[in-house]
């Protein structure tokens, strides 16, 4: 159980383009999902929290209009890099965080790697 | 502030050899560690975790070891073998469990 996919797994954009990625949890609700990104040879760097429902929390520094997080329902966040450019580069990586049981825990994504050209 | 960061950036080891991952936090009223492996490509996936009123747990060839003292927590692998060599984060909750903070990271790199 606890599964969560991401989609697509690699994309390659024209700088200038947006580009959107879903993160679903497959068995079970998400109240609280988080985007992460990580550069390589680097740790993963919290970029934001979504509630179900409600606005995303953006970490200090990630800018919100860039970064667009929709959490429409509980088993689907997605973020849209607006207007990509090449330093958007990078491996980007949800989590998703039950309603039942630990909440303390995060179920990760298999990450989305982007290339912008 | 709150920064949970790793001693050795990189381990090799070889088969068969235990392998020890150090991580260190700096908020002492921290309770609660997560270790995460995270292999090439791929999101981190949960190995262990442990509770501050803990300081051993154990799990299929892995032990987590807390010292809140020095505010240390290792992660141990016995008899490592190459579908170990991953890179393995430590981690730790905050703002109320609303989001992990994740330390540097270190690769293990597991030769035959």
């Known amino acids: 159980g606890a599964v969560v996919s991401q989609h697509p797994s690699r994309v390659i954009c024209k700088s200038g383009t947006s580009v959107k990625i879903e993160c679903r949890s497959l068995d079970f609700q998400a109240t609280t999902m988080f985007w992460y990104r990580q550069f390589p040879k680097q740790s993963l760097m919290l970029m934001a929290t979504s509630n179900e429902g409600s606005k995303a929390t953006y970490e200090q520094g990630v800018e919100k209009d860039k970064f667009l997080i929709n959490h429409a329902s509980l088993t689907l966040s997605t973020l849209t890099v607006t207007s990509a450019h090449p330093e958007d580069s990078s491996f980007y990586i949800c989590?998703?965080?039950?309603?039942?049981?630990?909440?303390?825990?995060?179920?990760f994504g298999p990450g989305t790697r982007l290339t912008v050209l | 502030g709150e920064s949970v960061g790793l001693h050795l950036p990189t381990l090799s080891v070889q088969e068969g050899d235990n392998s020890i991952i150090n991580c260190a936090y700096s908020?002492?009223?921290?309770?609660?560690f997560i270790w995460y492996k995270q292999e090439s490509g791929k999101g981190p996936q949960f190995i262990i975790d442990i509770r501050s009123n803990m300081d051993k747990r154990q799990g299929q060839r892995v032990t987590v070891l807390l010292n809140k003292t020095v505010k240390h927590l290792s992660l141990q692998i016995a008899a490592t073998q190459p579908g170990d060599s991953a890179v393995y984060f430590c981690?730790?909750?905050?703002?109320?469990?609303?989001?992990?903070?994740f330390g540097a990271g270190t690769r293990l790199a597991v030769h035959p």
């Open positions: 981690a730790e909750p905050s703002g109320g469990y609303n989001k992990l903070i």
């Open positions: 908020n002492s009223a921290s309770d609660y």
């Open positions: 989590s998703a965080r039950g309603s039942g049981g630990r909440t303390d825990t995060q179920y």
